[in-house]
């Protein structure tokens, strides 16, 4: 008797197109994955990095115009000294391949959040990628000593010093970190956990939200992939009905 291999349907390949400009993640996880195996904290990171090392070259190659990751909060520097340093150590390598493969990434590098908060040499080497690479076409936004109230409090005092008694919201969202970027479309956060974490929180008035219990370093590219599948599937509405006006913009 013959055994046939049950074929498994064909998925849609992924065409990124003008729905799915943005994509946000709160790459969270790390420290359980390393936990799970019996390793330290900071392991967790490392194989963070790797995960977000690929899935940033996956990103690119589907095409997606700009893509911004939560990499450490406001938040995260009450965690244990060696966790954090490690976390920085990671970044600062990163920032070190940002700046040899430059131009094969194609990404225009902002360092989003109160850069300075940051030890000096990590600073100077965020705001030399960013401005090497301000040229190119992809945005990749990597949200580093971040939050979103901060953000919003940085915001406001950037208006009342350029003159404004009064703002609209193009006003605000002109003078936020992210300024350059549309609103995310979708935002994914790993690990289980279902809330925003003080992350984009103007910015995400309108995005689709996706959770998944994945922890980031196991998030592989067709999960993403599966995940992208199931944002085309969403009917956003903004408030009106089902194939009425598009787009985000909120009230004033
Ligand atoms: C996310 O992973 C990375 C950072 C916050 C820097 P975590 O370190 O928060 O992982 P868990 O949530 O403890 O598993
Ligand atoms: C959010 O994750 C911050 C980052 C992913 C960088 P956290 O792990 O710090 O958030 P909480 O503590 O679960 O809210
Ligand atoms: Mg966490």
């Not at 330290?40 to 893509?67: A, N, T, W, Y």
């Not at 391949?97 to 590098?109: D, P, S």
Request: hydrophobic letters at 35%.
């Amino acid at each position: 008797m013959a055994f046939f291999k049950k074929r498994t349907p064909e998925k849609e390949p992924i065409v990124i197109d003008e729905r799915l400009q943005h994509i946000a993640f709160i790459m969270d996880g790390n420290g359980r994955w390393a936990q799970r195996r019996g390793m330290q904290r900071p392991m967790g990171h490392i194989e963070g990095m790797k995960s977000f090392d690929r899935l940033m070259v996956h990103c690119r190659e589907l095409g997606i115009p700009h893509v911004t990751v939560y990499a450490f909060s406001t938040e995260n520097w009450k965690r244990p000294k060696p966790e954090v340093d490690t976390i920085m150590n990671l970044l600062s390598s990163y920032m070190d391949r940002g700046i040899n493969e430059l131009e094969e990434n194609r990404t225009a590098y902002h360092f989003i959040g109160d850069k300075s908060g940051l030890p000096d040499k990590l600073r100077e080497k965020a705001e030399y990628l960013e401005k090497i690479s301000a040229h190119l076409p992809l945005t990749l936004n990597i949200a580093l000593n971040y939050g979103a109230h901060s953000e919003m409090v940085h915001a406001v005092n950037t208006l009342i010093a350029s003159g404004k008694t009064e703002v609209t919201a193009d006003d605000i969202n002109g003078a936020l970190y992210t300024a350059h970027s549309p609103y995310p479309d979708l935002l994914v956060r790993t690990a289980g956990e279902y809330r925003l974490s003080n992350f984009l929180l103007w910015q995400l008035a309108y995005s689709e939200l996706y959770f998944t219990d994945i922890l980031w370093p196991d998030l592989s590219n067709d999960q993403l992939d599966d995940i992208i599948r199931s944002f085309y599937n969403r009917n956003r509405t903004y408030g009106g009905l089902k194939g009425g006006d598009k787009g985000a913009k909120t009230a004033k």
